[in-house]
């Protein structure tokens, strides 16, 4: 079966500093992508960044990178130079070819201060 | 020139009640999702429609049925609410392959009374 955890439910970092948040999953299959998304108090979600399993590289999208370890089947997302605007709740996914459904973690609610 | 579009955005309704979430997808996607998101913010797929044929179809009471006329329109219907179906409702859109990520629509937060 396919599971994804978010362990840490809430974050907080100052604005400008770099903060990263946790997730770790678990699937049987060797062709799966993994997902941050970002849910903003506006209740849209937003894809953040987007990691293909068979790929070593990490993604990077700006200021949002992730640490890809696929032997620990973790993945977590690193917030360079945090703005208030990314104050948000942070879902991680997985998705398995050929299931057409994302796993979705519990979330990480992430406030930048001021 | 939304991209997926849920309407109403929010419906509060008494209990035996029953209502109907539309979405639609202009981006030419041809699979269709409905998720559910609960008070504790977990989200859940309930549905999938793939080019008008239902994939998935999760556990969920027969209360909700799905209802996909075209590949671009996927709309839930929700027959004697209950207390417990109020959460916010996802609708989402991809394509078959689903492995870029899903565009989803806004949300409907549905409050039952």
Redesign the interface.
């Given at each position: 079966a396919q599971t994804v955890t978010q362990s840490q439910p809430e974050m907080s970092v100052q604005e400008a500093e770099t903060v990263t948040l946790s997730c770790t999953y678990d699937t049987s299959e060797s062709n799966y992508?993994l997902?941050w998304y970002k849910?903003p108090p506006?209740?849209?979600?937003?894809?953040v960044i987007?990691q293909?399993a068979y790929k070593q590289q990490n993604a990077t999208e700006n200021r949002f990178s992730v640490n890809f370890q696929k032997a620990a089947k973790s993945f977590s997302l690193k917030i360079s130079d945090s703005q208030l605007g990314d104050t948000a709740?942070y879902?991680c996914a997985s998705?398995t070819?050929g299931t057409?459904?994302?796993i979705?973690g519990?979330?990480t609610r992430l406030k930048v201060l001021a | 020139d939304t991209a997926v579009s849920q309407t109403p955005k929010y419906l509060v309704t008494q209990m035996g009640n029953d209502k109907s979430i539309k979405c639609e997808q202009n981006l030419g996607h041809d699979t269709m999702y409905w998720y559910k998101q609960d008070s504790k913010k977990f989200l859940k797929i309930m549905f999938s429609y793939n080019n008008k044929e239902l994939i998935i179809n999760e556990t969920v009471p027969n209360r909700f049925s799905p209802k996909s006329p075209d590949k671009a329109h996927l709309n839930l219907h929700i027959n004697s609410l209950e207390l417990g179906d109020s959460a916010v409702y996802f609708c989402a859109s991809s394509h078959s392959t689903a492995n870029y990520g899903y565009t989803f629509g806004s949300g409907t937060r549905l409050t039952v009374v």
């Open positions: 992508y997902f849910q506006s209740r849209q979600m937003i894809l987007r293909e709740m879902f998705f070819s057409y459904k994302y979705f519990t979330g | -």
